[in-house]
């Protein structure tokens, strides 16, 4: 008797018991391009955002600048879920959808290293306004406002999760600028 209660009892539980299925993406690996022609360039560039990983909450995101030749002339990584447009993705049609936001050149604040806000004599850094600009560290004033004066293209992406990461570009090279940081 006791056996056959046993034997009721676990097939009452196999029965009544809630089935529960998660569905595990098999892998998360996209990428989405754009091109960016520089601010009074003739040449153009493929902007590139890939995702790989073995899910999107954990896969690393690069962000790739490349020239009319296909050689990389910038690359940087990140992890995703570092990197404000991506970080709440979960599926790869997500990703995808965010990688193509992050790679449009029309998010970039800046045209030209003209439009960067001044860095006024004897102050310690550009003018704040509403979203401060921070040179790259050991920059000096001279130096930036040489680089303002000669309006050379600016590309931004975002680089994390308030603020972006601004590349000039002069005599065919990409150099980090600053930062430029906005409400997260």
């Known amino acids: 008797m006791r056996a056959l209660i046993i034997v009721a009892a676990v097939a009452l539980c196999a029965c009544g018991a809630p089935t529960t299925t998660t ?18 360039g ?3 560039y493929t902007l590139t955002a890939t995702a790989e990983g073995a899910d999107c909450a954990s896969a690393n995101a690069t962000f ?21 447009f991506l970080a709440h993705v979960t599926t790869p049609a997500e990703m995808t ?14 045209s030209t290293t003209a439009d960067l806000p001044a860095w006024p004599v ?8 509403e979203f401060p600009f921070y040179p790259e560290e050991g920059a ?5 406002e040489g680089l303002r004066a000669r309006a050379v293209p600016v590309i931004c992406y975002v680089q994390g999760m308030e603020s972006s990461s601004c ?9 980090r600028i600053g930062l430029q940081s906005f409400p997260g």
């Open 42 to 44: 003739a040449s153009a």
């Open 122 to 129: 004897g102050a310690d850094a550009p003018t704040h306004d």
């Open 140 to 144: 000096q004033q001279d130096t930036y």
């Open 23 to 40: 569905e595990v993406a098999a892998g998360c690996e996209t990428t989405a391009t754009n091109s960016w022609t520089p601010a009074g």
């Open 64 to 84: 790739t600048i490349t020239d009319a030749a296909g050689t990389a002339v910038w690359t940087e990584t990140f992890p995703a879920n570092q990197v404000m």
């Open 167 to 175: 590349l000039a570009l002069e005599n065919g090279q990409f150099n």
């Open 97 to 110: 959808e965010a990688l193509a936001e992050w790679v449009n050149p029309n998010s970039s604040p800046f």
